[in-house]
């Protein structure tokens, strides 16, 4: 499965959106939005993935993702009761960004937009802090609830344990118009980075040569357009290990590596392990 673009429609009568996801199971979904996401999960573990990360989460597990990061949870059993929960909290870049630009006071905001690009991990002290509260804007009326996720977001700022997660960013840098063809680039790529993928055929999507598409995608990835490839493979690799379904030279193949050699070096030059170690980590038997 490689991640799916989600829509998220804000209603026109709120400046963000809470929602209130109660389930029997927290399926693996593995999909991404240009939208930031603040989620606390409750009465749940199971396994989360962020980007290449992967780790075990349990009930009261808060995470804030940036725009375009690849994330997935999935549940293993609830603590009590039938069902999973987690208030979810999407808020776009533009929105933000001019409450930051037009608010000293919200100044601090910026450096949490920043990390969020690679995901963070926020400390038990700071869930704890913010669970009642977060709980209380379900169904607040939209005056409240917007002053509610400023005072949360504002609060995050001060958990000095919180922790970034994925090994990488996307920051787009220039105009709108760089911003577009690059966010084109990007969701055709996230449909297809499993295929083999031309550069000439990546500019023609983005209208640029393929130099200048380079050199935009370096300042805004920080990687080659082959090496943001490769971590999307091995990020869906870790994932996919991490469930411990499929042999291992059936995941690479799923990521678009035809030769397990080839597959298993990229894989350790990027994590450190070989994939089989890595999936005993999550799969010891």
Not at 144 to 150: A, E, S, T, V
Not at 155 to 165: A, F, M, N
Not at 220 to 235: D, F, K, N, P
Request: contains cysteine; aromatic residues 10%.
């Amino acid at each position: 499965m490689r991640p799916w673009l989600e829509t998220v429609v804000i209603p026109p009568d709120r400046s963000w959106l809470l929602f209130d996801r109660q389930l029997p199971e927290f399926p693996f979904n593995w999909h991404y939005h240009p939208e930031f996401e603040l989620t606390l999960t409750l009465n749940s573990v199971g396994m989360r993935f962020v980007g290449d990360h992967v780790e075990n989460y349990g009930d009261g597990d808060l995470v804030m993702l940036g725009p375009n990061l690849p994330h997935a949870w999935q549940s293993r059993a609830t603590l009590k009761g039938p069902r999973h929960q987690a208030l979810v909290c999407w808020f776009t870049e533009p929105w933000i960004t001019a409450l930051i630009d037009h608010s000293p006071e919200l100044r601090p905001v910026h450096g949490l937009l920043v990390e969020a690009g690679r995901g963070i991990s926020f400390s038990s002290t700071a869930s704890a802090n913010i669970r009642t509260r977060l709980q209380a804007l379900v169904g607040a009326p939209p005056a409240r609830h917007w002053l509610g996720l400023l005072e949360i977001l504002l609060e995050l700022c001060g958990d000095i344990e919180r922790s970034t997660l994925a090994s990488n960013e996307i920051k787009p840098v220039g105009g709108a118009r760089e911003r577009t063809r690059l966010t084109r680039v990007l969701d055709w790529l996230n449909e297809h980075y499993t295929e083999q993928v031309a550069l000439d055929s990546l500019a023609e999507i983005a209208h640029l040569s393929t130099s200048q598409l380079q050199r935009l995608f370096k300042r805004s990835t920080r990687l080659s357009v082959s090496e943001y490839i490769m971590q999307r493979r091995i990020g869906h690799a870790c994932a996919l290990l991490a469930q411990g379904e499929l042999p291992v030279a059936q995941v690479g193949a799923r990521v678009g590596y035809s030769d397990p050699t080839y597959f298993a070096r990229q894989f350790k030059a990027m994590k450190g392990c070989s994939p089989t170690e890595y999936r005993r980590l999550f799969c010891p038997k």
